[in-house]
């Protein structure tokens, strides 16, 4: 059996990055004989960055975007990180055994300082502590995530063991990532940056109506055309693209004509179609518009029917607040046995 443990911060509306990235995914993961799922809203986390939505909201909201995409509260436990102490505690005693260089190191924290962030929280700092007990509370053997959070989960590894040595026994297993198929959806407004919740007008998010999903891809960021004069003189148009002629044309591709292609292939009922505009890419007669059109012909049908399903699940906020309390009931059972054995490990008295 293994244990999987992966989550979402309630910052906004999901996108279709989150969607195909994470929440797709989870449900394939659940589906997997011997995989044992814990799925949590990561609340905590989410306080570092902006939100419009109040939290307490934000998490019904994500819940019912979970379960209208097909995860089952009777096959994986669902819950919410503040919802159980033993996170933040175990946060504490990981706080102990880090060093604030190592913290400094971490690319995501050195990024926003480079961006120009001046007064960054300590919370900012150590974040990837807290995430370090979201994991190990649980004793997860894979932790899906994007390639992003990969030095995250190292830093986990790294305190598993500093842990286990300092206390002379195995208490922590040590994760491994396990990278989320496919890479990041990039911004459509911006295709130098990843889709995020807080960049809501480059992300097709799972609760816009069909106008705004089509005029969003209508204005997605392409490129002036002019790369397309300079792609490599490849073999004779032929009914079906080989992987490598198709690697290859993705490789030529800019980033923003790369992303439509790729949501494309990943929505799309037709894969003919993908492969009727790629041939067109191929001999240099592709009319931008024609994939923007396929793209929002294929969007609209995929996130409108999740959006059905939504709206029937979050009138119901009673029973998500029933979900939330009985799977972080479950969590909070392992989770409290670990801190003990922890605690008890660090002779702290009892
Ligand atoms: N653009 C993306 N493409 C594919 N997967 C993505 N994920 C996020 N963006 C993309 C995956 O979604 C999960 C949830 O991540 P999160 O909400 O905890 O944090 P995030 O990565 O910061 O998400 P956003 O959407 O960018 O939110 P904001 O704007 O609030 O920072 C993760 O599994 C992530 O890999």
Known sequence: MSRILSGIRPTGGLHIGNYLGAVKQWVELSQEPDSECFFMIADYHALLSFRETPLDQATYDLLAWELASGLDPNQVTLFVQSFIPAHTELAWIFNALATVPELSRMTQYKDLIAHGLEQPSSALLTYPLLQAADILLYKADFVPVGEDQVQHIELTRTIARRFNKQVGIEIFPEPKPRLTDGGYILSLHDPTKKMSKSMPQGALLLEDDEATLRAKISKAVTDTGLDQAEMPDMSQSNETLSLEEKALLYQHMSPGVRNLFILLEQTTTDPHIVNVLLENYKTHTLQYRDLKAALADSVVPFILPLQEKYQEIRS???????????????????????????????????
Request: glycine share 2%; no cysteine; hydrophobic share 35%.
């Open 316 to 350: 119901d906020e009673s029973r998500l607040q029933t979900i939330l309390r009985e799977g972080s009931a479950k969590a909070e059972e392992i989770a409290n046995q670990t801190l003990q054995e922890a605690k008890r490990a660090f002779h702290l008295a009892s």
